[in-house]
């Protein structure tokens, strides 16, 4: 990278590339003032802005330094701009205590391509479209032309958009071999709808920007998780099968397990989320958040995990960062000043749909310490728990809330997800079970790579819709690979279920073929389990599920190694098929199929009714997986019946005898 700098004509330059430019006719930086406006209700956020000032800055005074140079912008802020190498640090300096609004003008070309902000459900490609950054339920349904998005919208507002998430990143890679990352935690939008310019804004002026260049994509996102963070490796004992999401007491929900051994279906662990009791509301059976086993449901628990470990099998458990008003542990934690609170010194209490619960102020040392020890360590790891969901994080409201750091709730917002996720890493580092036991999130931001040891996609609607079924999970994947978070997964079947949307045998099967093909598999029965499919009950799906499960395990050493990969270089484990294709421009639009590794091809059938599905393949000799044909470049339609999701590899990968010998030993779907 280079700085041009002549007078107060500045440009950024990567090679030939102009990325940053700001002339007398032109300019880079614009501030102002505005007036939001914020409402939560139970996790999704309604916010409106009115920006009463916004103007241009432009370069008034420039000096060269060592590295660098130094510009005034218009009195309003200071710059300084350094380099190191193919790096680019942007450090700015409000000069004007009035500004809280702040847009950066990136220079754009037509054709590029942009990835990241997270994980985003909808769009990898987020060219044509704006999106706000800043976590949240994402939805259900998410789709405002629907009736599903249309009816919770009415009743609980929270339909969602194609923008919600609950893991948003001021971070995108571009298809110019540049990231771009705005250190700031505020609500931000970055708007990718300009031909020739991508508008970033963030409320507020901005600590820092860094812009890296790479010669190739692999590199870039070396790079960029070099300066974020990597996750860690999984256990070892998660790619030994399945993980069976169940629960109603140790009694039902072991009998599934050994019911599903019976049946040949390889197990590695239990995953029961209402370890801790539960509770019932309108949206469906729900958690006891009183975060200690519940010793009517499941009877001496740690007595139970270690029958559970001489099978083979572990115990997952579930936890969040807050806790229930009516429970005991709420009332030692209250003791202990856990909570954040209110500006009259009370404890801030947050609904949860129907429940009231204290939130963790994890900015206070004190209380991320006593939360790290007493329900990490002690009620979790503490009985012999393997793992567990560490759920939520979005639910950070903004009105009265007064945070131990003292910054402000819409700083701290975007920021909390992070901490959630350190306080979780921290519990398994220091109890020496890093690589032992693990935790998965739906909820994320800036820092979240390093301390999160699996991604999971959030709460996915039971069905193929097109911004809230299973190629949902696809995308998001995909996105959070760009974002630095490679390890991910998803509820098999999904989880949301409202009104007449439930879950079939179908769409639980396409999405157990499609998991086959993912670094983890773990069922979920939904919230409402009654009325949906659930594959104990079928048994011609518990005999496919096996076959599913054996190709999962066959594929552990591709997983080790892919997984020690994104720990390493922070290549993730699923991959963008222009990752190992820059030449192709058809791989850069591609959201719906993906790579493992450089030359495997997995294109999951994500619709439902079909029995054939067409896939793009880029330059090589491929293989399909459950026939042998062979196949080149472009695109063909394959026989995809249930159970087999379209796989394709390279006649000359490495782990070409691998997949042979699972044609040979698992055979096609039938």
């Known amino acids: 990278m280079k700085i041009i700098c002549n007078g107060t004509d500045f440009a950024l330059k990567n090679g030939a590339d102009i990325l940053l430019e700001s002339t007398k006719d032109?300019?880079?930086?614009?501030?102002?003032?505005?007036?939001?406006?914020?409402?939560?209700?139970?996790?999704?956020?309604?916010?409106?802005?009115?920006?009463?000032?916004?103007?241009?800055?432009?370069?008034?005074?420039?000096?060269?330094?060592?590295?660098?140079?130094?510009?005034?912008?218009?009195?309003?802020?200071?710059?300084?701009?350094?380099?190191?190498?193919?790096?680019?640090?942007?450090?700015?300096?409000?000069?004007?205590?009035?500004?809280?609004?702040?847009?950066?003008?990136?220079?754009?070309?037509?054709?590029?391509?942009?990835?990241?902000?997270?994980?985003?459900?909808?769009?990898?490609?987020?060219?044509?479209?704006?999106?706000?950054?800043?976590?949240?339920?994402?939805?259900?349904?998410?789709?405002?032309?629907?009736?599903?998005?249309?009816?919770?919208?009415?009743?609980?507002?929270g339909g969602g958009d194609y923008y919600n998430t609950n893991f948003p990143q001021p971070t995108f890679v571009s298809s110019r071999h540049y990231?771009?990352?705005?250190?700031?935690?505020?609500?931000?939008?970055?708007?990718?709808?300009?031909?020739?310019?991508?508008?970033?804004?963030?409320?507020?002026?901005?600590?820092?920007?860094r812009i890296e260049a790479a010669p190739t994509f692999v590199e870039l996102l070396e790079r960029l998780t070099g300066f974020l963070g990597r996750q860690p490796e999984l256990p070892e004992w998660i790619y030994n099968g399945l993980i069976i999401g169940v629960q109603g007491g140790s009694e039902r929900s072991f009998g599934i397990v050994d019911r599903s051994i019976e049946k040949g279906i390889k197990v590695s662990g239990v995953w029961c989320?209402?370890?801790?009791?539960?509770?019932?509301?309108?949206?469906?059976?729900?958690?006891?958040?009183?975060?200690?086993?519940?010793?009517?449901?499941?009877?001496?628990?740690?007595?139970?995990?270690?029958?559970?470990?001489a099978k083979g099998v572990k115990f997952l458990a579930y936890a969040t960062s807050h806790l229930a008003s009516d429970g005991d542990v709420f009332r030692q934690a209250e003791q202990a000043g856990v909570f954040a609170k209110r500006s009259d010194g009370s404890t801030y209490l947050v609904d949860f749909g129907e429940f009231d619960c204290g939130i963790a102020d994890l900015t206070d040392p004190g209380a991320?310490?006593?939360?790290?020890?007493?329900?990490?360590?002690?009620?979790?790891?503490?009985?012999?728990?393997?793992?567990?969901?560490?759920?939520?994080?979005?639910?950070?409201?903004?009105?009265?809330?007064?945070?131990?750091?003292?910054?402000?709730?819409?700083?701290?917002?975007?920021?909390?997800?992070?901490?959630?996720?350190?306080?979780?890493y921290e519990a398994l580092e220091e109890t020496g079970k890093l690589g032992q036991a693990f935790y998965f999130m739906r909820a994320g931001g800036i820092g979240s790579q390093r301390y999160c040891t699996l991604l999971w996609a959030g709460d996915q609607s039971v069905d193929f819709t097109r911004h809230d079924g299973l190629c949902t999970v696809i995308c998001a994947a995909l996105?959070?690979?760009?974002?630095?978070?490679?390890?991910?997964?998803?509820?098999?079947?999904?989880?949301?279920?409202?009104?007449?949307?439930?879950?079939?045998?179908?769409?639980?099967?396409?999405?157990?073929?499609?998991?086959?093909?993912?670094?983890?598999?773990?069922?979920?029965?939904?919230?409402?389990?009654a009325t949906n499919f659930q594959y104990y009950n079928d048994e011609d799906c518990m005999a496919k599920l096996a076959r599913l499960v054996d190709v999962y395990t066959a594929l552990a050493p591709l997983w080790k190694e892919l997984g020690a990969e994104n720990a390493q270089k922070g290549t993730p484990v699923q991959r963008p098929l222009f990752l190992h294709n820059e030449?192709?421009?058809?791989?850069?639009?591609?959201?719906?199929?993906?790579?493992?590794?450089?030359?495997?091809?997995?294109?999951?059938?994500?619709?439902?009714?079909?029995?054939?599905?067409?896939?793009?393949?880029?330059?090589?000799?491929?293989?399909?997986?459950?026939?042998?044909?062979?196949?080149?470049?472009?695109?063909?339609?394959?026989?995809?019946?249930?159970?087999?999701?379209?796989?394709?590899?390279?006649?000359?990968?490495?782990?070409?005898?691998?997949?042979d010998q699972i044609r040979v030993d698992c055979g096609a779907a039938h």
């Open 26 to 157: 032109n300019a880079m930086v614009y501030v102002g003032r505005g007036d939001e406006s914020v409402d939560m209700y139970r996790g999704n956020f309604f916010i409106d802005d009115y920006v009463t000032q916004r103007r241009p800055l432009y370069v008034t005074a420039a000096r060269e330094t060592s590295g660098g140079w130094e510009l005034d912008l218009g009195g309003e802020l200071a710059l300084t701009v350094q380099l190191d190498g193919d790096c680019a640090r942007l450090s700015f300096q409000s000069k004007n205590p009035d500004i809280n609004r702040f847009w950066l003008r990136v220079n754009a070309v037509p054709g590029e391509h942009c990835y990241g902000c997270g994980e985003q459900m909808s769009y990898f490609d987020l060219r044509g479209r704006h999106f706000p950054l800043w976590t949240s339920e994402p939805g259900v349904g998410r789709d405002k032309s629907t009736e599903l998005t249309w009816r919770y919208d009415q009743d609980c507002r």
């Open 179 to 209: 990231y771009l990352h705005i250190d700031s935690t505020a609500y931000a939008d970055f708007d990718f709808r300009h031909e020739d310019f991508h508008e970033l804004q963030v409320w507020e002026v901005p600590g820092s920007v």
């Open 273 to 309: 989320q209402d370890w801790a009791g539960v509770r019932y509301t309108s949206f469906g059976k729900r958690l006891n958040w009183n975060w200690h086993y519940n010793d009517q449901l499941y009877p001496d628990l740690p007595g139970q995990i270690e029958t559970l470990h």
């Open 368 to 424: 991320f310490q006593w939360y790290k020890e007493n329900i990490l360590k002690k009620n979790l790891l503490g009985i012999g728990v393997d793992g567990w969901m560490a759920d939520f994080g979005e639910y950070i409201p903004t009105d009265d809330l007064v945070f131990a750091s003292g910054q402000s709730p819409m700083i701290e917002h975007n920021r909390y997800p992070a901490l959630w996720a350190r306080c979780n």
């Open 479 to 529: 996105s959070a690979g760009m974002t630095g978070c490679g390890l991910t997964h998803s509820d098999i079947g999904g989880y949301t279920s409202m009104y007449d949307n439930v879950r079939t045998k179908e769409l639980f099967l396409r999405w157990a073929e499609m998991n086959a093909f993912t670094p983890v598999m773990r069922t979920h029965e939904c919230n409402r389990p």
């Open 583 to 659: 030449d192709d421009e058809r791989c850069y639009t591609e959201q719906f199929e993906y790579l493992l590794g450089p030359d495997i091809l997995v294109a999951p059938v994500w619709q439902g009714g079909v029995s054939e599905w067409e896939v793009y393949l880029p330059q090589g000799d491929w293989v399909h997986l459950w026939t042998g044909a062979a196949c080149g470049k472009g695109t063909h339609t394959v026989p995809a019946p249930l159970g087999d999701t379209p796989v394709f590899y390279k006649k000359s990968s490495k782990w070409a005898p691998l997949l």
